[in-house]
T-cell receptor
């Protein structure tokens, strides 16, 4: 049973436009959410996170939105750059615990 | 800082052989995680250590899989005997529970192919 779902395996966006990556979760106990970015032949690296007490967190070109009632979060990248082309993993956790539950990832391709 | 180090980076073996994957966590980190990445299931947590002690191995798929952490700077994940369905990328990650809140730092992974 996949508790964290990324239903879009891939996404293509033109350079300079907005990229929106989506993630849904089923467990209402999750209260901390993260996005990791992964380039080929490298390990995932932390990108941005959000606590359930917030509905938005922004870091430069990256913004994560959380809709608790819908159990949905999204990552917005504006403007998208070719260097953003990577696989993005959504993860969820209970605060103070060790366990991340990852989604299956979305491959983003930003076209120059 | 060298980051999390994993070896080998690539491993090709034949079905039935023993495979050992190695990990050196970031110095000072007291939590270590082993993950497996597949297309179908994404990143799955296999086992987690805290202060060298296995805390949760519920993600280990079968008895063929075992993991050890003999000291704070080294861990192994062993598959014996290996099967073709074990082919995947295996990641090790470490975390300082007293540092950045909940962030895990991943190694570059070991790509395992079992023929």
């Amino acid at each position: 049973d996949q508790q964290v779902k990324q239903n879009s395996p891939s996404l293509s966006v033109q350079e300079g436009r907005i990229s929106i990556l989506n993630c849904d979760y089923t467990n209402s106990m999750f209260d901390y959410f993260l996005w990791y970015k992964k380039y080929p032949a490298e390990g995932p690296t932390f990108l941005i996170s959000i606590s359930s007490i917030k509905d938005k967190n922004e870091d430069g070109r990256f913004t994560v939105f959380l809709n608790k009632s819908a159990k949905h979060l999204s990552l917005h990248i504006v403007p998208s750059q070719p260097g953003d082309s990577a696989v993005y993993f959504c993860a969820a956790s209970h605060s103070g615990t060790y366990k991340y539950i990852f989604g299956t990832g979305t491959r983003l391709k930003v076209l120059a | 800082d060298a980051g999390v180090i994993q070896s080998p980076r690539h491993e090709v073996t034949e079905m039935g052989q023993e495979v050992t994957l190695r990990c050196k966590p970031i110095s000072g980190h007291n939590s270590l995680f082993w993950y497996r990445q597949t297309m179908m299931r994404g990143l799955e947590l296999l086992i987690y250590f805290n202060n060298n002690v296995p805390i949760d191995d519920s993600g280990m798929p079968e008895d063929r899989f075992s993991a050890k952490m003999p000291n704070a700077s080294f861990s192994t994940l062993k598959i014996q005997p290996s099967e073709p369905r074990d082919s995947a990328v295996y990641f090790c990650a470490s975390r300082n529970q007293e540092g950045s809140y909940n962030e895990q730092f991943f190694g570059p992974g070991t790509r395992l192919t079992v023929l």
